[in-house]
């Protein structure tokens, strides 16, 4: 446990006195310890310091502020905020705000976010915050650490990229909740207890540098000039070491023992062989089954690819970079780290043979989407592949900015048609995937809108588009047959439709029940004919592919009118969950299929990155390698979960990818050097997953052999 040299605030017990809302205490608590040389720092609780949000119950139990949240949503969580005195705590001279968590279920794995917000300050007109993010399995207690984004120590020039700042001298809340939540509202979601929340590791604050200093921030490997890290390259030398160094490694690590071929269980129990990757549901859990006919867990990797994007060269903004070709208005430096890494231009059939020994030597037994068709083609790894990504190319609701098509325009229904066809003419890996037995199974589009998130608007949307939109038409067709005439019709919405061209020409939206009532069939019966198209393109052509479904966000997969779809039409739902736990997706009203997470990661401000990720972990490579795992063991035991797929094999570019996303995700840097506290996690649950998810049960190591 790293040593503390400060305390800020210390959770102090009280009585144990339970008060849904509202902790009942005494006006004022007297620090257990007073720290040397910086009484100021010692803020004591009140009584109006700590409070509850939305549905969230706290108390003090004679041994620290305990949080119960049974209902995730309405922000139910905790706030602690400065006395009365002052508006804000100073923590600009410390590294991290740290608190003790413990887990105080005995079954039930849960998750937590601790965020921090700033009042405003130079950097910033408006309240800025920052988060990091735990998951604790039954009985355990941790040690949940904030590295605190000092606009002192990160901030940079202005007009430059960098790290999101905070005004960490006046830190005015500091709020515990479950982010994004997509759990069903359940007894003992949450049980945890807080001691010991403070401020770790005394800082000097100092001036940052100015811009003549600071640029050129972007060295020839694509890193960040101004921090310094054990595993920095510094020359084509420390690339050709560390190479010899990962042969060596990977020489010397086997596949582990109980993979057959594919990476199934191959001394575990052995069901129906048919060729081809399928479901079936084993002693109560759902699991892929490999061609082979052994059980498969999908422990794996998306964007396995030689390099990222590009970084940008802006015009005038060439002086970022330390080096560049002339005339470049972009540069990728994992390329040119990868000609110095292994000596020679033409790496690329070299560099897919080392990554297909990387995966099982991390103890990967899965490829997943947007990765390189040549590394497919290897045949070595089960792959799935991506048919589509939202082809903006499709028909689309005109009067709709919603991430959806017009499913019932003829042009989308012949696309959808011909859509693995079409996709084989462009990517030959698609022809070999029909007959492969390596391949899984395909996706169709990633993270689309249906528009349903809080009030159903796909419907409006349609209505508002002209009369010769085909889902319009599809619409005023239904009604025709359900109404017969307009005036029966108007009576239902309270609308007064002349006839039926009338409201083939309206765009008003009704704000009647009954509007609503027959726009959300419609929805329903659009949601239908998305999966049932998307399902039929897949199964016409390779009947023995899995159908894995769209990707959904974690906060789409929970709603009625898609998850019984995917039910209907797909092997597999699959969803995208940015939280640090799975564990507790929902299985009381989702119906009883498998269910793959498809994008999930965990990232730190770690080797110069200006980002941490969508889901912060901790302060250090060991604690980003623990949320890997804990996150693993919650799907593990998850009786419907068959398959993992981390986000995404190699960090962004430091200063974006196209839609400006660069964070620090990958299993290796962009210069191609691993992780190597991620992949040894990693390892551990390839070695031990099929073990833990039939025994089911949450403990901390992947097995009786683990320290």
């Not at 007009?159 to 001298?169: E, H, K, M, Q, S």
């Not at 970022?320 to 994992?334: D, H, S, V």
């Not at 609701?397 to 019932?408: G, H, M, N, P, T």
Request: one cysteine or more; hydrophobic letters at 35%; aromatic letters at 10%.
């Amino acid at each position: 446990m790293p040593r503390i040299h400060r305390n800020l605030l210390l959770l102090v017990v009280a009585s144990a006195l339970l008060v849904p809302m509202q902790v009942a205490l005494c006006d004022q608590l007297t620090p257990l310890v007073s720290p040397s040389n910086a009484s100021h720092f010692a803020l004591p609780l009140s009584t109006q310091q700590v409070k509850a949000t939305g549905p969230g119950r706290i108390n003090f139990d004679g041994q620290g502020l305990r949080l119960q949240i049974d209902n995730p949503y309405e922000d139910s969580g905790l706030e602690i905020t400065p006395p009365q005195t002052q508006p804000s705590w100073d923590l600009s001279g410390w590294k991290t705000l740290a608190v003790d968590i413990e887990n105080l279920s005995s079954d039930t794995q849960m998750r937590l976010l601790m965020e921090v917000a700033a009042l405003p300050g130079a950097q910033s007109a408006r309240r800025a915050k920052a988060n990091v993010g735990i998951a604790l399995n039954p009985g355990e207690k941790r040690i949940l650490r904030l590295l605190l984004p000092h606009a002192w120590k990160f901030a940079p020039p202005e007009g430059v990229p960098g790290v999101r700042t905070l005004n960490t001298a006046q830190i005015a809340q500091i709020y515990f909740t479950m982010q994004w939540p997509f759990e069903s509202a359940k007894k003992g979601l949450v049980n945890c207890r807080f001691t010991n929340l403070r401020a770790e590791e005394a800082l000097t604050p100092s001036a940052s540098l100015p811009a003549d200093k600071y640029i050129p921030f972007i060295d020839q490997y694509g890193q960040f000039i101004h921090s310094d890290w054990p595993q920095k390259v510094r020359s084509a030398a420390d690339l050709t070491q560390s190479y010899s160094k990962e042969q060596q490694q990977l020489e010397a690590t086997k596949r582990p023992a109980d993979w057959d071929t594919y990476g199934g269980w191959k001394n575990g129990p052995l069901l129906k062989a048919t060729g081809s990757f399928r479901t079936e549901k084993y002693r109560g859990k759902w699991y892929l089954v490999d061609p082979e006919g052994r059980l498969f867990f999908s422990h794996g990797m998306d964007v396995i690819n030689q390099g990222t994007e590009g970084l940008k060269v802006l015009p005038g903004k060439e002086n970022w970079f330390q080096a560049l070709p002339e005339g470049a208005r972009t540069y990728n430096p994992t390329d040119f780290s990868l000609q110095q890494r292994y000596g020679k231009p033409d790496y690329l059939p070299d560099y897919f043979q080392d990554v297909t020994r990387r995966l099982p030597a991390w103890g990967m037994n899965s490829i997943g989407d947007w990765s390189s068709p040549n590394l497919m083609a290897i045949g070595k790894t089960p792959y799935t592949l991506q048919l589509t990504d939202y082809d903006q190319r499709m028909p689309k609701i005109a009067a709709s900015k919603l991430k959806f098509y017009d499913v019932f325009d003829p042009a989308y229904i012949q696309k959808m048609k011909t859509l693995i066809p079409d996709h084989a003419v462009r990517n030959p890996l698609v022809v070999k995937s029909l007959t492969d037995p390596m391949c899984i199974g395909y996706f169709i589009d990633n993270e689309l809108n249906f528009g349903n998130r809080g009030r159903m608007t796909l419907v409006d949307d349609i209505l508002k588009s002209p009369a010769q939109q085909a889902s319009k038409q599809e619409f005023v067709g239904d009604l025709k047959l359900k109404y017969v005439t307009p005036n029966k019709l108007n009576a239902s919405w309270g609308t007064a439709y002349t006839d039926w061209n009338a409201l083939s020409e309206s765009t008003d939206v009704p704000s009647s029940a009954g509007y609503r009532a027959d726009a959300q069939l419609f929805f329903e019966k659009v949601v239908e004919q998305y999966f049932r198209l998307s399902r039929d393109a897949v199964k016409s052509v390779a009947p023995n592919r899995l159908y894995l479904g769209a990707r959904f966000i974690s906060t789409d997969a929970v709603r009625p009118a898609l998850y019984e779809a995917s039910k209907k039409y797909a092997d597999i739902l699959s969803v995208n969950i940015y939280a640090h736990s799975a564990a507790n997706f929902p299985t009381e009203k989702l119906p009883d299929m498998p269910v793959m997470i498809t994008e999930f990661h965990f990232g730190l401000l770690q080797r110069g990155m200006f980002s941490a990720s969508l889901c912060q972990a901790g302060a250090s490579p060991e604690d980003r390698a623990l949320a890997y795992t804990r996150f693993l063991q919650g799907a593990l035991v998850h009786p419907n979960i068959v398959g993992t797929h981390w986000f995404q094999y190699r960090d962004q570019p430091l200063t974006g990818r196209g839609d400006g996303e660069a964070y620090q995700i990958g299993f290796v840097d962009i210069t191609d050097t691993p992780y190597e506290e991620l992949t040894h996690a990693a390892r551990l649950i390839g070695e031990n997953m099929y073990r833990y998810r039939l025994a089911g049960k949450l403990t901390n190591s992947m097995s009786a052999k683990q320290k």
